[in-house]
């Protein structure tokens, strides 16, 4: 398949389904009969194999589709305001606000980054999800970058796969943490509250390193790097050390460990999230090859909450 029109990508997959199904599930920003006509034209390989609208699949696998067809789209674009912070003709960073969703979803198919990028670059519809390369969680801001083009979609989606991407987060965790620590606790989806991603032996290798950036009364700023990328890491990982990401009512935060100290209790907004930000995002640019590193603005929530901290 040629590079210039191809959608690498790898399906990550629960449940077995049929690939059709699985597919719809994915892309929901286009018509199931765009994804029906790929796979009947024989646009569609799963790990190299020319795949059918019956053939089921069991487990998480490699993707190529061929987008020779203009797809059929099921994505409403919004005049949403997005701070970006670079724009090539291959990629824009963006800096992600918190409480806005990523991609669309069953039930919320407005208000995302999708919504917004569509109505800003219209173009993007012809690149699957809108070219957008990797997720944050609703309530984490920061960098996300996003692919223009198919050709920079693969050269990017390889660096990340191939863990190439140096990813950089700070936040502020519950309770004091001296030293530099690495975490490597398997992570797989928790066996009763769905919403919730856990510790397990039988999930997938993840590894944070998380170094202390300041010590405060009850909290410590962090840093953390990300060697892998699951869902839910670094939140999981600090909940697991027993040092919840302030503002994660999901992983274990509560307010009280601040209330003797009403000033700080006062600027933890509990409508903001959890108080964790994609600070920088180092990669290669696909033309010229040369590395990019971006670095994005606390929101001003974040903000005030460490010069509190720091009076």
């Not at 399906?11 to 077995?16: A, G, H, I, S």
């Not at 003709?89 to 208000?111: E, F, Q, R």
């Not at 660096?159 to 690495?182: P, T, V």
């Not at 856990?198 to 202390?212: D, E, F, L, R, Y």
């Amino acid at each position: 398949m040629n590079d210039k029109k191809t959608y690498n990508f790898r399906l990550e997959v629960e449940r077995e389904d049929r690939i059709d199904k699985l597919l719809t599930n994915y892309f929901l920003e286009y018509s199931r009969s765009t994804i029906q006509k790929w796979i009947s034209d024989k646009n569609v390989r799963v790990n190299g194999y020319v795949c059918t609208q019956k053939d089921k699949i069991n487990c998480s696998c490699d993707v190529s589709i061929d987008i020779s067809s203009e797809p059929e789209i099921n994505l409403i674009g919004e005049d949403i305001d997005i701070d970006i912070i670079d724009e090539t003709d291959d990629y824009i960073v963006l800096n992600k606000k918190s409480g806005m969703v990523t991609h669309i979803a069953p039930g919320n198919y407005t208000g995302t980054i999708q919504n917004a990028l569509y109505y800003k670059f219209p173009e993007l519809a012809g690149i699957p999800r809108t070219g957008i390369i990797h997720r944050l969680d609703k309530d984490t801001s920061g960098i996300i970058v996003i692919a223009r083009n198919l050709s920079s979609h693969n050269y990017l989606s390889k660096q990340l796969q191939s863990r190439k991407f140096e990813k950089i987060y700070h936040a502020f965790i519950s309770g004091n943490l001296s030293q530099e620590l690495s975490i490597e606790q398997p992570i797989s989806r928790h066996p009763v509250n769905r919403k919730k991603m856990a510790i397990s032996h039988n999930g997938k290798q993840a590894v944070s390193i998380i170094k202390p950036l300041q010590i405060f009364q009850k909290a410590t700023h962090v840093e953390i790097k990300i060697i892998t990328g699951r869902t839910h890491q670094i939140r999981v990982h600090a909940a697991h050390i027993k040092k919840p990401v302030i503002g994660d009512q999901l992983y274990g935060f509560r307010k009280n460990i601040f209330s003797k100290l009403p000033v700080i209790l006062s600027c933890i907004d509990s409508s903001f999230g959890q108080y964790l930000h994609a600070y920088s995002l180092t990669f290669t640019d696909p033309v010229s090859k040369q590395k990019k590193k971006y670095i994005a603005n606390y929101p001003k929530e974040y903000q005030l909450l460490l010069d509190t901290m720091n009076c």
